[in-house]
């Protein structure tokens, strides 16, 4: 997983929420649940991709 995947994931979630205000369903549980579960694996897509970038980066010894 890289940067291009956490990008694709917000503008998704950005079209779901214009699209949800524009037909007024923002209301419904679902609708809720699923931009929840969207934002949720924005979030571990970052803390995913952030700690395998610190992995990869060696410290040089003193």
Same mark, same amino acid.
């Given at each position: 997983?890289?940067?291009?995947?956490?990008? %694709? =994931?917000?503008?998704?979630?950005?079209? =779901?929420?214009?699209?949800?205000?524009?037909?007024?369903? =923002?209301?419904?549980?679902?609708?809720? %649940?699923?931009?929840?579960?969207?934002?949720?694996?924005?979030?571990?897509?970052?803390?995913?991709?952030?700690?395998?970038?610190?992995?990869?980066?060696?410290?040089?010894?003193?």
């Amino acid at each position: 997983m890289n940067d291009r995947i956490t990008l %694709l =994931l917000s503008g998704i979630l950005t079209i =779901l929420f214009f699209v949800s205000g524009v037909l007024n369903i =923002l209301d419904y549980f679902i609708v809720k %649940l699923i931009l929840l579960a969207l934002f949720l694996a924005i979030v571990t897509t970052i803390i995913i991709t952030k700690s395998k970038d610190d992995s990869n980066t060696k410290k040089p010894l003193d």
